[in-house]
């Protein structure tokens, strides 16, 4: 038969060898049994060559089996002489593969398997060394000392100031408006796209409001691991929570000795010092849980999220050095879930569930007043919005990580969290009211700005939508981006400006001694029909009238700016009269 042969004096048929064939039959020798050509093999007595598989080739003749494609090339056409290069943007390191695999940052993987500059291993997702990461970008160590100084001034400025500035709360209000600003706007811009340059490096200065360990650039200093940072995050909110717990335990047990050796008067200044500390501690506290708050729910996910690099293997997006399937990480992707219930949905569930145990109580603000800088910005009916800020930020950065390959719908999901939350503000006006007079017109500064930072990044949300839309498109990038920008810029300058003018007494707040003015402005308000500031200034004249009613002097004293010589003055006769 066909693709066998046999010589005089045979008893059998004798098959043509591998990586030939023969159609001929009745043939009495093997040289009717032909090489297969390029392309093709062929096994033991084949009438007829077959072709090269998918991941295969043959560049040859005569081959009993085709090669597998080399790394840096796949095929899933059959019959081919070589294996196509992958394209830019894809990776294969691997042997036989039939497609390529795209990489998280496409402009890291230059076609085959080669990496661009300062990119290395599987889909060019490992840093080179004098490389640090941000994101999926590598960049070239510059000016690493610089930051990481800059970084550790800032911090040490921020968190000073939360601790000293004890009764300030309308500037400290301002302040933690400003920084949930800037940190939104870095998370909106932080979509998969490929922004201009400049545009990066604004970028990387916001970084350091989201406490992105990324801006210090440790990588420039010493190795340091994917891992290693991942435990210092997660770490860092328990410890501040702890310290915060041993502290203001540590302070309440000193009030049982205020009286013991002093006068009454010394027994008044120990006890308002004591409830100053208290204040100041819990505020450093909140400062801190919301400062590092986005930055544990990003290490947390990227835990979780693996690919396959082409191989049948996993290994993490974040670093493609780290195998998912290794115990170590496994037991890592657990401990990420647990953060992310316990401390993402955990202390935005703790702020609303805290509130609303203290108003069931019987709503006294002063005990709101005492666990400090989280409540005591906003009306009693909100005092747990920032659980709603907080959510909110984790939502977008949740976002920009689930759907990176998509930047269209992480900008289009972030938009309408983005459109929610200003639904809410607008809505509700959480702040308790200061006022500041612009142009002859008297604004509600805290509400007015925290609408008007969620207007701008809900714009930055529509802009990302609309540049991923538009396939990157550099002109628009350049031209919108950098009017975006502007306005970002100009709306942080009216927040500071506010501040400012906070800072210089260019403002009052709404207190026991306005209740005429409240109650004037609201017979205005309803002759007008503006019912929404009608509803505002009649909530804040309840709030003020029941505060005046309270019997309990030493809440009092607390929540009237804690430190002014009234209170002081209360203290001392309530402590004459205990030690009577």
């Not at 159609?23 to 090489?35: L, M, N, R």
């Not at 990588?219 to 915060?244: G, Q, T």
């Not at 690919?307 to 290794?326: F, K, N």
Request: aromatic share 12%; hydrophobic share 45%.
């Amino acid at each position: 038969p066909a693709g066998t042969y046999a010589g005089i004096g045979m008893a059998q048929c004798v098959d043509c060898p591998a990586g030939t064939y023969s159609t001929a039959v009745g043939a009495d020798s093997d040289a009717v049994c032909d090489d297969c050509q390029e392309g093709k093999f062929s096994g033991p007595g084949q009438s007829e060559c077959d072709a090269c598989l998918a991941g295969t080739f043959a560049n040859i003749t005569g081959l009993a089996e085709c090669y597998p494609c080399p790394p840096g090339t796949a095929t899933l056409d059959t019959g081919l002489t070589s294996c196509p290069l992958c394209p830019p943007s894809f990776f294969s390191n691997i042997y036989g593969a039939e497609t390529c695999t795209e990489c998280p940052n496409t402009e890291a993987c230059i076609g085959g398997f080669l990496c661009a500059e300062g990119y290395l291993g599987a889909l060019c997702g490992t840093c080179d060394l004098l490389y640090y990461r941000d994101g999926l970008e590598c960049e070239r160590c510059t000016t690493s000392i610089w930051n990481a100084l800059f970084f550790t001034v800032m911090s040490l400025a921020i968190l000073g100031l939360a601790y000293v500035v004890g009764a300030s709360y309308e500037l400290i209000t301002q302040l933690r408006i400003a920084g949930s600003f800037l940190q939104n706007v870095y998370i909106a811009f932080s979509v998969n796209l490929p922004w201009p340059d400049l545009l990066y490096r604004a970028l990387d200065l916001l970084s350091f409001v989201n406490y992105y360990f990324v801006f210090i650039r440790p990588e420039c200093f010493v190795e340091v691991s994917w891992y290693l940072r991942f435990w210092l995050v997660l770490v860092c909110p328990y410890a501040v929570m702890l310290l915060a717990v041993l502290v203001y335990k540590g302070l309440q047990r000193q009030f049982h000795s205020v009286y013991k050796g002093r006068t009454s008067e010394q027994a008044a200044d120990r006890t308002l010092f004591l409830i100053r500390t208290q204040m100041k501690a819990t505020r450093f506290a909140f400062i801190v849980l919301i400062l590092i708050y986005a930055n544990v729910v990003k290490r947390c996910i990227e835990a979780l999220m693996c690919t396959d690099p082409g191989d049948g293997s996993l290994v993490m997006v974040a670093d493609t050095s780290i195998i998912c399937t290794t115990n170590e990480h496994r037991f890592t992707q657990f401990v990420a879930v647990v953060g992310l219930v316990v401390y993402g949905l955990g202390f935005p569930a703790t702020i609303f569930g805290l509130v609303r145990w203290v108003q069931i109580k019987g709503g006294l603000r002063a005990q709101l007043s005492s666990m400090g800088y989280m409540f005591e910005s906003y009306l009693d009916d909100f005092a747990w919005f920032d659980s709603v800020a907080l959510l909110r930020r984790g939502l977008a950065t949740a976002f920009n990580l689930i759907f990176m390959d998509v930047p269209f719908v992480s900008a289009l999901c972030k938009a309408v969290v983005s459109g929610l939350y200003l639904v809410c503000v607008l809505q509700m006006r959480p702040f308790i009211p200061v006022y500041q007079t612009y142009f002859g017109r008297k604004l509600d500064i805290f509400n007015t700005a925290e609408s008007v930072g969620a207007t701008a990044v809900l714009a930055t949300d529509a802009f990302a939508m609309s540049y991923a839309l538009l396939t990157h498109s550099t002109l628009y990038a350049n031209v919108f981006g950098f009017l975006l920008v502007a306005v970002d810029i100009a709306v942080l300058g009216f927040i500071i400006t506010a501040a400012l003018r906070i800072m210089t007494r260019h403002s009052w707040k709404v207190t026991i001694g306005d209740i005429d003015e409240i109650e004037q402005d609201l017979r205005e308000a309803l002759n007008r029909g503006d019912l929404l500031l009608a509803r505002e200034l009649n909530h804040r004249r309840k709030q003020i009238m029941g505060r005046s009613r309270r019997k309990a002097e030493v809440e009092l004293v607390v929540m009237e700016d804690y430190v002014d010589v009234d209170a002081h003055q209360k203290l001392v006769g309530i402590i004459a009269r205990c030690k009577d």
